[in-house]
């Protein structure tokens, strides 16, 4: 084959590498991730299967491609990974095995990212279509791409369960406002309920008071101005005239205060 | 072109179209099935032949009248 | 003159026709103790003084002073109450013929500064 342009392959990956880049990009949440890495990986390497593990402590997020165009996402703990992932996890140095019955080999890669998360990396290829090894800083390259990626997607998943949080108490608090309202209300018409009812019994009290003050009062100056009179008048008149209105008037005297201390009572049973 | 630089299914992609280009819109069932080996689903197919058939009537125009063809694709399907 | 007692107690109207009798010699004196039979002398009899209580069933003292205001009866009122509430002097301070508001029970010396106060000043509002 006649070779016309020596910067053609850079210029074809450079681009594969730039459409991959805003392909992820435009992802917004890590399921979509994978269908998105299966577009544009076939344009940048030789593959039959790719596996993406993002590394958080005990957390794995896991992203699996294969070339007929299966995708999937899932998350897993670290212990889950197979012993081949777990070798080159441990060591930290790229790896790669053959299998002669299947005739795949697969290549795999560790990577330090940003705040002390790990990834691994690990491609499956037929030596029909080999991995070929040109394209190792290619992969680099997807590493970081999708470890950025990621670790973005982690944190808007992070700040939008921490915002549901917040929106959950939130909820909960203006429940307890609410709650705090209306008790604040029924204490509010309590009160005034009781204060109304203070208010009608002192009027009533106040008017049961004025009503005994004249009802006792006007029999007992009756009773107050016979005895007065009584040196002004010769004895005869007043044994005459006078004594039989006292006795009478002490009788109403007497009346009244029985009515009195029956309204008092009444008011009494009235109030409980 | 560096060939081991350019993975196999871009390959596999860019000769099929170019072919069926060339060859004035020739399509077989073996390239259906080369491009679904390489990896590309019916839709990414469909797209790829799209741009075969573009190329394809900007030929022909060229042709009739009288234009010559950006070398650079010729090229290109030779080298790949 | 002419003395008119308006009080329901038919005991205090003898208490204080007794007393009126004992200071003054010359008194005509009239006692009611149906209200209602007052009001209807007022304009025959035409008294020269009244005392009047205020608390009475179905006609008070207030409704003989307001019968009076709305005739245009101008006769001197001494209001003789057993009710010592403020509220009620106030209130009979608006009638401007009443000159005196004496507590019950008044004694004969009562009686006796209460008419020398009005034969003295003789114009009645000015010992109101």
Known sequence: MEVSNPYLGYKILFEAMVKFSAGISMIKNLEELPLEINLHLKYLINFQEFNYYFIKENKVDCLWVNQTGKASYSTCSLDQLDAFAQQVLESGVPASKYCKVSKTSIHSWKFYNENNHFSLLLIRSHSDNPFADKSIPLIKVVNKILSARIENLNMVQLIHFQNQKLARLTTALQAKNKEIEALNRKQESTIIEKTSRLKDSNSKLKGLIQFNSHQLREPLTRVIDMVAIKDDLPVEEYISDILPLLSESVLDLDRAIIEVVQRSEVFDNEEN | ?80 | MKVFLIDDQKITNVLNRKYLSMIREDLEIFDFDDPELAMAALETEKPELIFLDLNMPIVSGWDILTFMRNRKIEIPVIILTSSSSQQDREKANLFHNVFSFQLKPLTKSGFNELLEGYYLHGDYKTSL
């Open chain 2, 1 to 80: 072109m560096d060939s081991e630089l350019v993975p196999n299914s871009y390959k596999v992609a860019v000769r099929t179209v170019a072919n069926a280009a060339l060859s004035d819109g020739h399509v077989e069932e073996k390239d259906f099935d080369a491009l679904m080996n390489a990896g590309f689903n019916e839709d990414e197919i469909q797209e790829l032949f799209a741009q075969a058939d573009l190329v394809n009537m900007l030929n022909t125009i060229a042709n009739i009248s009288g234009i010559k063809i950006d070398n650079e694709i010729v090229e290109l399907s030779y080298s790949l």
